[in-house]
């Protein structure tokens, strides 16, 4: 059983039985990714062929939807792409590298799948003998939609007067060919530093780190990092700079010295005039007799 689609010399079996070579090929799609309505996501997919080195001319790759092959949601002639995918979806890894990433843009609240990586041999009119038929199948992945993106995550040690200060800003996301923005509220003198790395397969972080020297007109600062993500949706985190002084604590030292020494001298002079009472007294009394 198969369907068959012409085009120009070449014939491309699609096969809807699915005796899959699973010795001969692998294929490995992350099971679940998350994706941020209105943005978009990069689903890692990588397949190889142990045997030998395919030509790229020769390869297909496409992506259904899983209730039906022909539900295409990626194919070389967009053409052949359900109406509601058209244009939104993009093959990102070379097949050649044995690489089927797939970006989906323009991510819809019902796009959630499960989508199915498949990968096509064309045969040749001559070469009847081919037995890369195969499909991935049961290499499938599921959306979860995220509404609206989590909130970025600050992270930071108590800041001091005086003393450089950096407070670093985390957004995680799943669409790293259009990672989020990190813009902080401060305008003073700042240095920022940014990074992007995958954390684990499909799953990104961006980080911005915000250096600068505080002083005490810093504190009490509200200090707001806003991620802003592809399509245009935004989260943000606070924290407000509470900031250790590192003047000198003569301000407090010196009165509390100052009390303490008039404590002290008043102290001994009462004693001192206690004492001369009680003797005057006691000769007082002695004069008296
Ligand atoms: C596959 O391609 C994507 C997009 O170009 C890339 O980010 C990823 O690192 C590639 N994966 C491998 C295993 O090379």
Redesign the pocket.
């Known amino acids: 059983m198969g369907t068959l689609i012409m085009k120009k010399n070449i014939t491309y079996l699609i096969i809807l039985s699915t005796p899959v070579c699973s010795e001969e090929w692998k294929a490995s799609v992350l099971k679940n990714i998350e994706a941020l309505v209105g943005s978009c996501v990069?689903v890692?997919?990588?397949f190889s062929h142990p045997k030998e080195s395919l030509p790229t001319s020769r390869m297909r790759g496409l992506w259904h939807h899983s209730r039906d092959m022909k539900h295409l949601i990626y194919y070389e002639d967009s053409t052949m792409v359900m109406e509601n995918f058209r244009g939104r979806t993009r093959l990102?890894?070379?097949l050649g590298?044995?690489?089927c990433?797939l970006e989906i843009k323009e991510i819809k609240d019902h796009d959630n799948g499960p989508f199915c990586f498949r990968i096509e041999l064309a045969r040749t009119g001559t070469d009847t003998g081919t037995k890369d038929k195969f499909s991935f199948k049961e290499d499938c992945v599921t959306l979860q939609m995220l509404t609206n993106p989590k909130d970025p995550e600050l992270t930071y040690k108590d800041p001091v007067e005086g003393h450089p200060f950096s407070i670093t800003c985390f957004a995680t996301h799943t669409c790293?060919?259009f990672r989020p923005k990190l813009k902080w509220n401060t305008g003073t003198e700042v240095q920022i530093t940014e990074r992007h790395r995958?954390l684990h397969p499909g799953f990104w972080e961006m980080s911005s780190v915000l250096s600068f020297v505080p002083t005490v007109n810093d504190d009490h600062k509200e200090v707001t990092c806003t991620a802003q993500f592809n399509g245009e949706k935004m989260s943000t985190a606070k924290m407000t700079l509470y900031v250790k002084r590192m003047e000198n604590y003569n301000h407090i030292i010196i009165p509390v010295a100052v009390a303490i020494g008039l404590v002290a001298i008043f102290g001994g002079l009462c004693f001192l005039m206690m004492k001369k009472y009680s003797m005057f007294n006691r000769l007082s009394r002695l004069s008296r007799r």
């Open positions: 990069v890692p997919c990588s990102l890894g070379e590298k044995g690489n990433s790293p060919t995958e």
